[in-house]
């Protein structure tokens, strides 16, 4: 009778530990199929995140549609565009480079300054300073300046309206922008005062050792460095006495620096209209 019990004990014993390695194997199973799933899970996600975000930028809902410009009165619309590079089509606004856009806008001749903005979903704002032209300098070539006496661009074409400020040292810095700005305002000054009714201002010539020569008509004015309003006025003087005196001067000189008063010049010869000469022996025919 006790062997039979402890054989049963043996056996129920065998069999509670088989049902617990089943129950453990069943565990195990359940924590790998779950982590598993997690796994597959965390992978997934960031894939469809990733194909969706590429889905959205190809859309074209991030495209640069809505462009809002400022400032731009010489250059198009179009040219602003062409030189922001917002004409390609695949754009959108996280391919921009606005640093990159401003400095392209500032390689054009005639922008001074350029500011980008962007706005989602669809929005660039671009804001341009043009250069304000001034007139036309002569450095070894014709060249446009604005009014702050700096170079724009090498004139390439068209007619040149006002008198030219000429000179060799007119690119040379700061101190050849001061001679043209300088240029400027006494042809200005000319003007101003009327001395254009006498001889018009073609050219104003900036020498660093001479100062100002003036071209006007076919008269050579020399002016100095400076008290350009004092010698002006009495070139109108100079121009009355010659008007009054019918004939016109080849060249005056006001550039004495201590005494305004004193003017040298050179009158143009008259040329005295006068008959054909008589030849003898030629007979005139009758009209």
Same mark, same amino acid.
């Given at each position: 009778?006790?062997?039979?019990?402890?054989?049963?004990?043996?056996?129920?014993?065998?069999?509670?530990?088989?049902?617990?390695?089943?129950?453990?194997?069943?565990?195990?199973?359940?924590?790998? &199929?779950?982590?598993?799933? =997690?796994?597959?899970?965390? #992978?997934?996600?960031? +894939?469809?995140?990733? !194909? /969706?975000? *590429?889905?959205?930028?190809?859309?074209?809902?991030?495209?640069?549609?809505?462009?809002?410009?400022?400032?731009?009165?010489?250059?198009?619309?179009?040219?602003?565009?062409?030189?922001?590079?917002?004409?390609?089509?695949?754009?959108?606004?996280?391919?921009?480079?606005?640093?990159?856009?401003?400095?392209?806008?500032?390689?054009?001749?005639?922008?001074?300054?350029?500011?980008?903005?962007?706005?989602?979903?669809?929005?660039?704002?671009?804001?341009?300073?043009?250069?304000?032209?001034?007139?036309?300098?002569?450095?070894?070539?014709?060249?446009?300046?604005?009014?702050?006496?700096?170079?724009?661009?090498?004139?390439?074409?068209?007619?040149?309206?006002?008198?030219?400020?000429?000179?060799?040292?007119?690119?040379?810095?700061? &101190?050849?922008?001061?001679? =043209?700005?300088?240029?400027? #305002?006494?042809?200005? +000054?000319?003007?101003? !005062? /009327?001395? *254009?009714?006498?001889?018009?201002?073609?050219?104003?010539?900036?020498?660093?050792?001479?100062?100002?020569?003036?071209?006007?008509?076919?008269?050579?004015?020399?002016?100095?460095?400076?008290?350009?309003?004092?010698?002006?006025?009495?070139?109108?003087?100079?121009?009355?006495?010659?008007?009054?005196?019918?004939?016109?001067?080849?060249?005056?000189?006001?550039?004495?620096?201590?005494?305004?008063?004193?003017?040298?010049?050179?009158?143009?010869?008259?040329?005295?209209?006068?008959?054909?000469?008589?030849?003898?022996?030629?007979?005139?025919?009758?009209?």
């Amino acid at each position: 009778m006790r062997l039979f019990r402890a054989k049963r004990r043996r056996q129920r014993n065998r069999k509670r530990d088989a049902d617990e390695g089943a129950v453990g194997t069943a565990r195990v199973g359940r924590f790998f &199929a779950i982590a598993l799933l =997690i796994g597959a899970t965390a #992978a997934g996600l960031p +894939l469809a995140a990733y !194909i /969706g975000y *590429q889905q959205v930028l190809s859309s074209g809902y991030f495209a640069p549609k809505n462009l809002e410009l400022e400032g731009n009165l010489r250059l198009s619309r179009e040219a602003i565009v062409a030189l922001a590079g917002l004409e390609e089509q695949s754009l959108n606004l996280f391919d921009l480079d606005e640093e990159a856009i401003e400095e392209a806008l500032e390689a054009q001749p005639w922008i001074e300054s350029a500011s980008v903005e962007t706005s989602l979903p669809d929005t660039v704002r671009i804001r341009v300073v043009e250069r304000e032209l001034l007139g036309v300098v002569n450095a070894d070539q014709l060249y446009l300046v604005d009014t702050n006496g700096q170079v724009i661009e090498p004139l390439s074409s068209g007619e040149v309206r006002g008198p030219i400020i000429s000179g060799t040292d007119l690119l040379a810095g700061a &101190a050849g922008h001061e001679a =043209i700005l300088e240029g400027f #305002a006494i042809a200005e +000054l000319y003007q101003s !005062i /009327g001395l *254009q009714r006498w001889a018009p201002l073609s050219e104003v010539n900036y020498d660093a050792v001479i100062g100002y020569t003036l071209f006007a008509g076919q008269t050579e004015v020399r002016i100095g460095a400076d008290r350009f309003d004092e010698r002006l006025r009495r070139l109108w003087q100079v121009y009355v006495v010659l008007e009054e005196n019918g004939t016109s001067a080849e060249y005056v000189l006001l550039d004495n620096d201590t005494e305004l008063d004193r003017v040298a010049l050179k009158v143009w010869p008259k040329i005295v209209a006068a008959p054909p000469p008589q030849v003898e022996g030629v007979v005139q025919a009758k009209q």
